[in-house]
């Protein structure tokens, strides 16, 4: 059974300032630990996230978008190689985004995606978000977090923001769907 921690640094009403924000969890035979990214990573995530854009199963990723948004990612890392990313982004004092969630395939059903999610929903709620909203060919998938499934009308921002560059808009069939974190 491996051990899998997320250490994060939070900005605390305290005195000292920053404090370790760790997030743990036992997953059965998963060698994979979780961190920030740091800039070398970002050819690596862009490459993982555009394997599965190349079978049209995500959204392609740009390297300035990656670095761009480097600090909205978490990455999963055995032996020294990326396994897996996703990033939370937030949108609005209400509202992020679960996005670019993608394990090797080598990787897969080991645990590392569902401890990605579980890791960018603790953050969403230690930041304070009270709904998540993603858009995903896999939404079964995501109903064991609690997500439920809403029409993509309903998710404006999101909508305007990439779909519209999306060159399957605005038919792509990902299906839209939301958690309430309150």
Known sequence: MGLSCFRDPVLSGTRRGLFSLVLCARIPDMKAELRRPRLQDA????????????????????????????????????????????????????????KSLAVREDHRR???????VRACLEEAR?????????????PDFFRRFGFCQVEKAG??????????????????GEVGMVLDLE
């Not at 080991?110 to 990605?116: F, S, V, Y």
């Open 43 to 98: 050819p690596a995530i862009q490459r993982l996230i555009n394997s599965f854009a190349d079978q049209g199963e995500m959204l392609p990723r740009s390297l300035s978008e990656v670095y761009e948004n480097l600090r909205d990612y978490l990455i999963a890392e055995e032996d020294g190689e990326l396994v897996g990313c996703c990033a939370l982004h937030v949108m609005w004092e209400d509202l992020a985004e679960v």
């Open 110 to 116: 080991t645990g590392i995606g569902q401890q990605l």
């Open 126 to 138: 230690t930041l304070g978000v009270p709904r998540v909203f993603l858009l995903t060919y896999i």
């Open 155 to 172: 998710l404006p921002q999101k909508v305007w923001m990439e779909c519209v560059r999306c060159p399957r808009f605005p038919d792509c």
